[in-house]
């Protein structure tokens, strides 16, 4: 493939403002497709939560051990 067809496939990523349906059927295809091959539902706020845990696992490990989402986190992957 030259470098002039890559280039006009990859201009569809750089308008300016997507549809929001189209955005949504990308958006509603990829889900779908994490739950088929990984079990799991696509989301980032347990990513943010755990990231926090472990920086403040470093400075009070005791007090993040004690919290009931941690345990609970730290059971299941046992």
Do not use: H
């Not at 280039?7 to 750089?14: A, D, I, P, S």
């Not at 300016?16 to 779908?32: E, T």
């Not at 539902?41 to 009070?60: D, K, N, P, Q």
């Amino acid at each position: 493939m030259t470098k002039e067809k890559e280039g006009r496939e990859m201009n569809f990523l750089k308008k300016v403002q997507w549809s929001p349906y189209v955005a949504g059927c990308l958006m509603g295809l990829v889900s779908w497709f994490s739950v088929l091959t990984a079990g799991k539902y696509l989301g980032v706020s347990t990513t943010f939560v755990r990231t926090i845990g472990m920086a403040e696992s470093i400075f009070v490990p005791d007090r993040v051990a004690a919290m009931p989402y941690f345990m609970k986190e730290y059971l299941l992957q046992q």
